[in-house]
């Protein structure tokens, strides 16, 4: 079966310009996370999608970072006016919520180069 | 503040023998821990889990050790193979979210 696909795989943008990364999740997974890894870090939270609602937004740095995932499936992390600092892998994981423990299935990644 | 740490970023084994990986936290609150997989250009991939009230996993090759008194969890591989090559990530969970260490780096030699 089909993983958690996320598009672009790579993506080079300008100095204040708006980006757009696509997460496809696992289909039938209800939560769907977007972590933040850069280089010789661990992955880090942004946000949590529980259905089309975010059930947890606490890791989005500023107000720069917004997203949505309007059917309860695709979600895009949508970057605004965008920063060298914001250069790093943005990964995507899907999970089937089930009890207290959900085994998260993450994408390849999406690597943001800023310049 | 890191709630989640690996101190050792990297660590070299032999074929066939035993890898030890490291995790410490800080957070009690914490109730379940994860290793993940990582190889270049994917993504994490889950290896295996632990609840805060246990104290050891084993799946296969792959023992969780869980330490609450000492807030240390350790990740035991044997025996080490090749494949084994890749970076390991230490989780925790709280709520709903994983909290990640800076991971370490297994090279595991011939």
């Known amino acids: 079966g089909a993983g958690v696909s996320q598009t672009p795989s790579n993506k080079v943008t300008e100095k204040g310009k708006y980006v757009e990364l696509r997460c496809d999740p696992i289909?039938?997974?209800?939560?769907l996370y977007w972590y933040r890894q850069s280089l010789g870090q661990g992955p880090e939270f942004l946000i949590y999608?529980?259905?089309?609602?975010?059930?947890?937004d606490s890791g989005l740095p500023n107000d720069r970072f917004f997203a949505v995932r309007p059917e309860g499936s695709v979600s895009t992390l949508k970057i605004q006016r965008t920063e060298r600092g914001d250069s790093a892998v943005y990964l995507c994981?899907?999970?089937?919520?089930?009890?207290?423990?959900?085994?998260?299935?993450f994408g390849p990644g999406t690597r943001l180069t800023v310049l | 503040d890191q709630q989640v740490k690996q101190n050792s970023p990297s660590l070299s084994v032999q074929e066939g023998r035993i890898s030890i990986l490291n995790c410490d936290y800080t957070?009690?609150?914490?109730?379940?821990f994860l290793w993940y997989k990582k190889y270049p250009a994917e993504g994490p991939t889950f290896l295996i889990s632990?609840?805060?009230?246990?104290d050891k996993n084993e799946d296969g090759r792959f023992t969780v050790f869980l330490n609450k008194s000492a807030k240390h969890l350790s990740l035991h591989i044997v025996p080490s193979q090749p494949g084994d090559s890749a970076v390991y990530f230490c989780?925790?969970?709280?709520?709903?979210?994983?909290?990640f260490g800076t991971g370490t780096r297994l090279q595991v030699f011939p």
């Open positions: 994981a899907s999970s089937f919520r089930q009890g207290s423990y959900n085994e998260q299935f």
């Open positions: 289909s039938g997974h209800t939560a």
């Open positions: 999608f529980q259905g089309t609602g975010a059930a947890d």
């Open positions: 957070n009690s609150m914490f109730d379940y």
């Open positions: 632990i609840s805060s009230i246990k």
């Open positions: 989780a925790a969970q709280y709520t709903d979210k994983l909290i």
